[in-house]
Structure formats: C-alpha cells, structure tokens
C-alpha cells in the first residue's frame, strides 16, 4: 500500500476516535438519554414483532465468539501475504476499550420490559455482566470486520459490479445490525453509535500499517 494511503487511514482512523471519545463525554453527561429512549420507542412501535427472529438472528451473528473467529481466520489467511497479524491486537484493543466503557462509564442498558430476544440460545460471552451497555460490543465487532472485507473486497480482482453488489451487502448487513441492537432493547442508540466508531477507527487505523 502507497504511503499516502495509508495516511489517509490513520488520520481518517484517529480523527473518527476523536469523535468517538467527544461522544462518549456527551453520553457520560446524559445529554443522549432521551433521545436514546424515544427511538427504542419508535422503533419497536413502527417494527412488526415478525422481525423479533431475524433481528434476534443477528445477536448471534455479531457475537464475541463469531466476529473473533471470522476475524482472526481472515488475519491467519493473510499472515504471511500480507504480514498483517500484528493489526489483530487493534481488534482486541477496541474490544478492551468496550469493556471498559461498559465498566466505568454509568450508562445502564435499556429495561427488561424493553428487550425483544425470541432465541432460546445464547453464547457465554452473553452471560458476562459489566454493569453498563456503552458502547456496543456487537456494534464495535461487526464495524471494524466489515471495514476490514470492504478492504479486500475492493482491493480485490472482481468486476466493478461485483464490488459494488457485496459492497452494498455489507453496509446491508451493517444497517440492519445498527437497527437490530436498538429494536431488540439490547443496547440504546447512543451505545451502538459509540461501537460504530469505536469499530470504525480502529479498523481504519489498522489498515494504515497493513
């Protein structure tokens, strides 16, 4: 990769952790808190229960256990290509820092009454309690992957229409796992908008040292 691209990653990478950080302040200070519940509120009020399944599908797809795998067999694939292994601990890096919000950070998730999960399985990581929901970990997992196979789709042989069509899959598959994290009462909008950037800069700035 051409030094001027990645620069352009890492700025791009550091100034959106930059906005990740000024929002995490905004939703330490509670300006969110409204807002955060009135579109929990509209969207289970305007969403049909039928989607409750499909939505739910999606808990398990942006799970610890299935991004981590995914992501670590795609770093394996390129290790010695690309010699991108160590980028993996950025991975894990902004999975410490979910935690850690979701530790220190008072933020509660949304309320019992408001949860919507209709699947009778769960993976362990799904028992493990940190007191607070910011910023989503299923949103954090599920930006910087998609990031990352953007990366190779469009560095990829495939026709410009290919591109273009599992392209538009992805950010399909992004929107609905934004939606499905607010929908289900599992995060509130503030948390998964936190994990999208937390997910985005540090996938960004992962491919400035690729």
Same mark, same amino acid.
Do not use: C
């Given at each position: 990769?051409?030094?001027?691209?990645?620069?352009?990653?890492?700025?791009?990478?550091?100034?959106?952790?930059?906005?990740?950080?000024?929002?995490?302040?905004?939703?330490?200070?509670?300006?969110?808190?409204?807002?955060?519940?009135?579109?929990?509120?509209?969207?289970?009020?305007?969403?049909?229960?039928?989607?409750?399944?499909?939505?739910?599908? $999606?808990? *398990? %797809?942006? !799970?610890?256990?299935?991004?981590?795998?995914?992501?670590?067999?795609?770093?394996? /694939? @390129?290790? #010695?290509?690309?010699?991108?292994?160590?980028?993996?601990?950025?991975?894990?890096?902004?999975?410490?820092?979910?935690?850690?919000?979701?530790?220190?950070?008072?933020?509660?998730?949304?309320?019992?009454?408001?949860?919507?999960?209709?699947?009778?399985?769960?993976?362990?990581?799904?028992?493990?309690?940190?007191?607070?929901?910011?910023?989503?970990?299923?949103?954090?997992?599920?930006?910087?992957?998609?990031?990352?196979?953007? $990366?190779? *789709? %469009?560095? !990829?042989?495939?026709?410009?229409?290919?591109?273009?069509?599992?392209?538009?899959? /992805? @950010?399909? #598959?992004?929107?609905?796992?934004?939606?499905?994290?607010?929908?289900?009462?599992?995060?509130?909008?503030?948390?998964?908008?936190?994990?999208?950037?937390?997910?985005?800069?540090?996938?960004?700035?992962?491919?400035?040292?690729?």
């Amino acid at each position: 990769m051409k030094i001027s691209k990645r620069i352009n990653f890492f700025l791009a990478g550091s100034f959106i952790l930059a906005l990740f950080v000024i929002f995490s302040v905004l939703v330490k200070k509670k300006f969110l808190n409204g807002f955060d519940f009135d579109t929990t509120v509209r969207l289970q009020d305007h969403i049909s229960r039928h989607f409750d399944t499909l939505f739910s599908w $999606f808990s *398990l %797809f942006g !799970s610890f256990e299935v991004t981590s795998v995914v992501v670590i067999a795609i770093f394996i /694939l @390129f290790l #010695f290509k690309r010699k991108v292994f160590w980028s993996l601990g950025l991975f894990f890096a902004a999975i410490l820092v979910e935690v850690l919000g979701k530790v220190y950070l008072p933020h509660p998730s949304p309320p019992f009454f408001m949860l919507r999960y209709d699947l009778g399985f769960n993976f362990p990581s799904s028992y493990v309690s940190t007191g607070f929901s910011y910023p989503s970990g299923h949103m954090t997992r599920t930006s910087y992957l998609l990031v990352v196979l953007l $990366f190779f *789709l %469009f560095s !990829s042989k495939l026709g410009k229409y290919q591109k273009y069509f599992w392209g538009a899959g /992805l @950010f399909v #598959f992004g929107g609905i796992m934004f939606i499905s994290r607010i929908y289900l009462g599992e995060h509130w909008f503030s948390d998964v908008f936190g994990g999208l950037l937390l997910g985005l800069s540090s996938s960004l700035i992962s491919l400035a040292f690729w």
